[in-house]
């Protein structure tokens, strides 16, 4: 079905207001990782025209919370019906010159994801070189910033490494230390963790309980769809938006309600570079 046909439909189940039955007792956390205009065919990116859409989607279908809070809600058996959660991944520094603005206009929480070890470095991510596109990462007065305007900072690991493939003493110092150098320097409780790549396979079970152990409150990945009531903090799907595919929010809402299983992973090391959606 092309995409057309799907924002048709999906714009009719949003205006007939038959998606609520969809989204009954399901949440959505989604997903961005750069805004920027000059790559809105890449995977990862997003342009603010693009972004700015799915924000007024987001707030007139969904009720747009924090993910603190919607965590609070599923530990407390709360009903989570068409909540949404959004978040972006790694620390890129137009997340905070583009994307907090535009989320500001439009009043909506946001949390950041970011690996501390890119912050403030000219250094250029494995996927951006492979791409033939240069990093540019927030430094740490921007991640100050968005936290004094109330966004809410996780950590992704110091490096990005594959929490699947790095495990034992090296796995644990990047999950502890990513935590610590974030509370150092925002002077606050962290207790939100987004694992590098995201992918089914690249957290292994003892990173997991390693990410648990360090006092995080949960564990999200970069795949999956719709959070139900009850679900595991520490098994947290997450939905990635990439605007090449999902060309409209409306298709973007009708192809969630399918969207429960892992069809979204992309394996870093197996995928050429442009078939690949998560970081
Ligand atoms: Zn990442």
Redo the contacts with the bound molecule.
């Keep these: 079905m092309s995409f057309y046909l799907k924002t048709i439909i999906g714009w009719l189940l949003f205006n007939s207001r038959l998606y609520r039955f969809f989204y009954r007792g399901r949440a959505v956390i989604t997903l961005f990782?750069r805004i920027d205009d000059d790559r809105s065919q890449d995977s990862l990116c997003c342009s603010q025209r693009d972004f700015r859409r799915f924000c007024k989607f987001f707030k007139r279908y969904f009720k747009v919370v924090s993910l603190s809070e919607l965590l609070d809600k599923i530990e407390r058996g709360e009903d989570i019906s068409r909540h949404l959660v959004i978040t972006f991944?790694?620390g890129y520094r137009d997340n905070a010159t583009l994307a907090a603005p535009i989320l500001k206009e439009c009043g909506l929480p946001a949390c950041f994801?970011v690996?501390s070890g890119f912050l403030d470095t000219g250094m250029n991510a494995p996927w951006d070189t492979e791409r033939g596109i240069r990093s540019e990462w927030m430094d740490w007065d921007q991640v100050r910033a968005l936290a004094r305007d109330g966004f809410e900072i996780g950590a992704?690991t110091i490096n990005?490494i594959d929490l699947g493939q790095v495990t034992g003493e090296a796995a644990r110092r990047e999950i502890v230390e990513s935590k610590r150098r974030l509370e150092e320097v925002l002077e606050t409780r962290i207790d939100l963790f987004?694992y590098?790549?995201?992918g089914v396979e690249q957290c292994a079970e003892s990173n997991r309980l390693e990410v648990q152990r360090a006092g995080f409150r949960c564990c999200a990945s970069?795949y999956g769809g719709l959070v139900s009531a009850g679900e595991d903090p520490f098994r947290l799907q997450r939905m990635p938006i990439n605007t090449t595919w999902h060309q409209t929010p409306y298709q973007f809402g009708l192809e969630l309600i399918d969207s429960r299983q892992p069809r979204f992973v992309r394996r870093p090391a197996a995928q050429p570079a442009e078939a690949r959606t998560?970081?």
Excluded: E, K, L, R
């Design positions: 990782h991944d790694d994801f690996s992704h990005h987004s590098p790549f995201g970069a998560t970081v």
